[in-house]
């Protein structure tokens, strides 16, 4: 034995810990970690339909496995419908009604610019409610021939539902009428096509069938939120045989201009009627098994690949899913609120991925329901998004950046409307990127996101390839950026606004100046965009750094943050502790371009005892202020707020929706926890060594993390 194994010898026997140390730790077993969490319902839960799809076309079911009961679970929970992001639906605009209809002047800093903000005149009803997304047919079970009727819930008993996750597939097990009904169902993950399998012996006896409804779109009512489909106007659209054989029937929908194809297939002869307009019913033309394919394009004739394909590709699709990118596994944690924590992150994990995964982003109810008319947030795309980066899965980021290179000619056009250089983001948007009115165009917090957001992926990919990729769309928005700040001689200074909307939206728009969050986000995405050009052979542009480098400080009063330099209420009036806390975004969300940490630290705490919970504050809120917390080591604060339950906004149902007050479905909850539990279990650049520095380290937690992508 030489003197290096002795050595080693030595050191092994005084400090056998050592030897687990350098022992690397077990992968997780994450099919493990997944399979605890898939939902299972024993009954009927309107508030926890469950969905397959694939980013860009998802179909949500009821406990039969399709849409049989959609009234009850409209009233009483969350809609059920078949959604694709690409179908959109627009009302003739008679009036020519443009943009600057809807303006409304404001004068700042010696200058006067219209901003469409008057949402409430007949140009601005229109063009906030248009485009529109236009759902897809419902699919769900009827009863044929001698008892012809819809099924109702009494209808049904023994419930058996399971969405096994790990491959992307909705078994569903009923009794109907005294006979069992099987439902199976998946999502092709490469195309816009739903596969069934339906077993019952009501098939065989001619008493069940697969009825597919196509509504004219969403009814008109007060609210624009969660709106019922309209089947009250069979004349206001067409649905068209385009082919019907024995095994297939193709038919193509119009509503005005827009258009979609739907293609039902089956290897299995099967019995097509169409027992009123737009409705069709399908059942197979002997025994007990319907296997079916409902294909859907905007374009041409949408092809159907046949179920087993589907259900096989589903299946390969979600296992990489699952193997690649981040997990975490709190299993042996003694917080009893571990297992909580773990199933929303694992659900969270696949509703962002059926309904965000498209390039267009998601609008905040993704591919649920419809809400503010199926439009997207701009201000709302790093919660939606980044997430996706920091667990491993950049394509998704990627995607929706890709919205962003397609509409930067937009984005332009707006600056320079406006006065300024570069690219000045819209808020509100469907497809073209066209704004929406409201007080929408004077948000700004959405302006530096598609740099974060190309910076995570160049993170994930730190190559040459990566910043020519996004180079002029960091260039442009930064462009837009340092064109939106002034000069104030006798501060020395560069402010921002007015007019502008703070993230926390309480305030005078026409006065608002200074917001904290705000500032540190314009530091960040200017240093950023300096960054880029160093790393192109590019020297910094002198006045992005002169604005950078005399931009306003954070406001401050009596030791801690407030909102915003103009009006420094925050810990004044009580009034002014609702809506979100958004300052804390600047050091959590940001790494603190600006920020004392002992400031934010006296400011994390005010928000934690003296806010007001339950009058709007949102789901991202929780996991925001957790990041904060986690920043400046307060894990346990970070822990507690996160899965705070004396709030309105911070459930999850059974499906793993994060539910806000009246919007069932709110996804900017489900991508910002995903953010923070990413920021905790893997850390940030500067976080303190050893494993999830974002827990706490008091025995409580047990957490096992892989493949995560450090935030800035």
């Known amino acids: 034995m030489n003197l290096q194994h002795l050595a080693c010898l030595y050191l092994l026997t005084l400090a056998p810990g050592l030897a687990a140390a350098a022992t690397p730790a077990p992968p997780i077993d994450r099919q493990a970690v997944v399979a605890r969490h898939d939902p299972q319902l024993r009954a009927i839960d309107p508030q926890t339909p469950l969905t397959v799809g694939n980013g860009r076309f998802a179909f949500t079911a009821d406990v039969t496995g399709l849409q049989t009961l959609p009234d009850l679970y409209h009233a009483q929970g969350i809609p059920l419908e078949t959604q694709a992001r690409w179908s959109w639906h627009q009302d003739a605009n008679l009036a020519g009604y443009t943009l600057a209809d809807a303006n409304v002047d404001y004068t700042a800093h010696g200058r006067t610019v219209g901003y469409p903000t008057n949402a409430k005149s007949p140009a601005g009803q229109w063009l906030r409610e248009n485009p529109h997304t236009q759902p897809l047919p419902r699919i769900g079970l009827v009863l044929t021939g001698k008892d012809a009727r819809a099924i109702t819930s009494t209808d049904i008993t023994r419930i058996d539902q399971r969405l096994d996750l790990w491959q992307g597939r909705l078994q569903s097990k009923v009794t109907l009428l005294g006979q069992p009904v099987s439902v199976r169902s998946a999502v092709a993950p490469d195309s816009d096509a739903l596969a069934l399998a339906v077993r019952s012996p009501l098939l065989q006896q001619g008493r069940l069938a697969v009825r597919i409804a196509l509504p004219l779109g969403y009814a008109r009512t007060t609210t624009h939120h969660n709106p019922p489909l309209d089947f009250t106007q069979p004349e206001a659209h067409r649905s068209t045989v385009l082919e019907q054989t024995g095994r297939k029937l193709v038919v193509e929908h119009r509503r005005d201009g827009a258009r979609y194809a739907m293609t039902v297939a ?81 659900l969270s994990q696949y509703l962002t991925a059926v309904q965000m995964g498209d390039t267009l982003p998601a609008s905040e109810s993704g591919l649920t329901t419809s809400t503010w008319y199926g439009k997207h947030h701009t201000e709302m795309v790093w919660w939606h998004t980044a997430h996706f980066a920091l667990w491993g899965r950049p394509e998704f980021t990627a995607r929706t950046l890709s919205w962003y290179q397609r509409t930067l000619p937009a984005a332009r056009a707006a600056a320079q409307e406006r006065g300024l250089t570069g690219a000045r983001w819209m808020k509100m948007t469907g497809p073209g990127g066209r704004e929406s009115p409201g007080g929408n165009p004077l948000i700004v917090w959405n302006q530096p996101h598609p740099i974060h ?42 402010v921002l606004g007015p007019p502008l909307w703070i993230a926390q939206e309480i305030y005078d728009q026409r006065t608002s100046m200074n917001p904290s969050y705000e ?14 050009r160093e790393r192109l052979g590019l020297a910094r542009d002198a006045g992005w750094e002169q604005k950078r480098t005399h931009l ?32 804390l975004m600047a050091l959590g969300q940001l790494p603190g371009d600006g920020v004392d940490r002992d400031t934010m630290r006296r400011t994390l705490h005010a928000v934690l005892s003296t806010w007001d919970w339950k009058t709007k504050i949102w ?54 926890l995903l953010a923070a539990v990413a920021l905790m279990a893997g850390g940030w650049d500067g976080a303190p060594a050893g494993n999830a520095p974002g827990f706490p380290r008091d025995g409580q937690w047990v957490v096992k993390a892989e493949g995560f992508q450090r935030l800035p």
């Open 552 to 583: 306003s400080q954070l406001p401050v009063k009596d030791g801690k943050y407030v909102a915003l330099e103009s009006n420094p209420d925050t810990w004044d009036n009580v009034d002014s502790r609702h809506d979100h806390p958004s300052f």
């Open 266 to 346: 089956s290897s299995a002869r099967l019995v097509i009627t169409h027992p009123a307009p737009h409705v069709l019913q399908i059942a197979p033309a002997d025994g007990e098994s319907l296997d079916l394919t409902i294909a859907f394009t905007e374009n041409g004739v949408a092809q159907a690949p046949d179920a087993a394909t589907v259900f096989e590709t589903s299946a390969r699709h979600w296992q990489r899913f699952w193997q690649q990118g981040a997990a975490v596994d709190f299993a042996g944690s003694l917080d009893p609120r571990a297992p909580e924590l773990e199933r929303r992150v694992v």
């Open 453 to 494: 957001l190309a910076e995570l992926l160049y993170r994930a990919d730190p190559t040459p390839a990566t910043l020519a990729r996004y180079r002029e769309l960091v260039f442009d928005t930064a462009e837009g950026m340092a064109a939106m700040l002034h000069w104030e001689a006798a501060g020395q200074r560069y």
């Open 619 to 672: 789901g991202w809120d929780y996991p925001m202020i957790a990041m904060t917390a986690a920043r400046l080591g307060e894990t346990q604060a970070a822990v507690d707020v996160l899965l705070k339950t004396d709030g309105p906004n911070n459930r999850y149902t059974g499906a793993g929706h994060n539910t806000n007050t009246n919007l069932p479905v709110y996804l900017p909850g489900n991508g910002a």
């Open 519 to 532: 500032l540190s986000y314009w530091a960040r995405g200017l240093e950023i965009a300096q960054q880029w």
